[in-house]
Nanobody
């Protein structure tokens, strides 16, 4: 079974930084889409950043220039470096894998894999 486990969340002051990590196990595809999503209570889950193993990345407009997604295939890890955090970044952050590359971006459909989430609180 595929398992995704997030870590690195926490509380930080506005303007600070956090680095989220997602450890993947049981995933054997050599090319794939992975990404980070976030959700605030009462709102829909939104995509934050995604990466395709052949090098393409995409970011939500709200985080461009502040967040950086990266991967370490040797360690089976996905990262999200978050800088210049503000209160609107407060959310439960999830990592996802098994997305489909459309040729322009990643799409995470019903067959994708999700972690349990890690809370980020910016005050």
């Amino acid at each position: 079974d595929v398992q995704l486990v997030e870590s690195g969340g926490g509380s930080v002051q506005a303007g600070g930084s956090l680095r989220l990590s997602c450890a993947a196990s049981g995933y054997t595809d050599s090319t794939y889409c992975a990404g980070w999503f976030r959700q605030v209570p009462g709102k829909e889950r939104e995509g934050v950043a995604s990466i395709w193993t052949r090098g393409s990345t995409n970011y939500a407009d709200s985080v461009k220039g502040r967040f950086t997604i990266s991967q370490d295939n040797a360690k089976n890890r996905l990262y999200l470096q978050m800088d210049s955090l503000n209160s609107e970044d407060t959310a439960l952050y999830y990592c996802a894998a098994g997305g489909i590359w459309t040729g322009r971006n990643c799409v995470f459909a019903s067959g994708s894999y999700w972690g349990q989430g890690t809370q980020v609180t910016v005050s």
